[in-house]
């Protein structure tokens, strides 16, 4: 155990809020007292991306932290404010013989505060220790060989909870600020999971003794996908889970579900790395010929974002995941598809509405996977999901549509999918799904036919395609190839939002 002698490590918690397969925390203990510091940056909760919901998730998941920690010997420590301040104040009063934390790859503004924070340990001589959390890997130039060192990673051993820590006198823990402390606009999310790695503990243990038999066939559907899906997401988001321990801990499980299961473990880290490989693309189309072809529109983007289309099943999917801040992936594609092609938004704007929902929003795979399902990438097949044959297909009784859409209660199954076809009076969609997705396909292939376009759609293919999706081989031409609702194979190599 260490004892007051010892040079204090401060251990900097970001979206890692566990103890178990923590390395920085069980690497800090080995070299003296360890002081679990977890720093609220009011500047990171006024962007865009940034809700309520997210946060409430977060302060649970940091008051379970700060006890299990208290349980070990010393609790969590919460400071408010910047991060060079926080860590300046703790330099000046405590001494800091080191920074651990765990590699994050988040979004441009956390960037940039990582290269601060490492340009101010520089000046003061203390060494910072980042250690990997996922597959992801830094510095990164080609995909070559990633595949099989995220495997290499995911078979490491897990890093064991420390047995105890040495109490730090004289220093208060600090309160776990509310919504209200933030300044966070008012976001009810009444069906929203509770943060915290017991939580997520239980939600790993259902799914793998009892719901994994059903994932295969039952992701798809938002009847279903509620109930069958993991919903480990926002625990594996903030990190109450580790995404090392849910692999292990699903190696056991065979069957098509475990299998499918553990693919979206690898897709998981595979659109992070994309982020982290070119920071850009939170903001920045892949693909430069596409940038600035879709103009604001803000009274459809209004619409689309209250789930008032018109389109029953859009409509109900939106105001579920309102409800939820969860949504199964191929409803999170759908409602993407609709705002980019039929609707002919902006991804950002739209993306913007959804990571605001999203309680597992992740960056990395949140804006790679707008860009892909708005066809931004140039290296995906064009995928436009036909909101009615979607409806059709998985929820063809008007279940799901009914219980979030409670004014179409009365519309008999026949036109229920298209109200406005069984009733002359009956308000049309904001647009005709069928005309809009055939405008976006023209406008689209316009495009991707023009000189120079698939001579740099080889160039990000290099860069950002997997090895392992059997992507096609440079320098070949793409046909005009469009999906209208993706087929369960693409499901299996696009899915990186929903675990």
Known sequence: MPDHDRPLQLVWFKRDLRTVDHWPLFEALQQGPVLPLYIVEPEFWRQPDASARQWAFCAEALADLRQRLEQLGQPLVVRVGDAISVLERARQRLGMAALWSHEETGHALSYARDRRVAAWAREHGIPWREIPQFGVIRGLRRRQGWAQHWETRMRAELAPEPQSLLRLDGLAPGAIPTSADLQLRSDPCPHRQIGGRREGQQTLDTFLRRRVNRYAGGISSPL???????????????????????????????????????????????????LESEPAIEFQDFHPFMRGIRPSHPERLQAWAEGRTGLPFVDACMRALIAHGWLNFRMRAMLMSVASYHLWLPWRESGL?????????????????????????????????NPIKQGLDHDPHGVFIRRWCPELAGVPDVVLHEPWRGHPDHPRPIVDPKVAAREARDRIWEIRRASGFDQLADAIQERHGSRRAGLRPLGKRRSRRTLEGAGAQQLTLDLGAEI
Request: positive net charge; hydrophobic residues 35%; proline residues 4%.
């Open 224 to 274: 279903t996908a509620f109930e069958v899906c993991s919903r480990l997401s926002p625990y594996l988001t903030w990190g109450c889970l580790s995404l090392r321990e849910v692999v292990q801990a699903s190696a056991p499980i065979q069957g098509r579900g475990g299998r499918q299961f553990r693919s979206r473990l690898h897709w998981h880290c595979h659109f992070i790395q994309k």
């Open 353 to 385: 509405h959804l990571a605001r929902l999203f309680v597992d929003y992740e960056p990395g795979i949140h804006w790679s996977q707008c860009q892909m399902q708005s066809g931004s990438t140039s290296i995906n097949t064009i995928r436009i999901y």
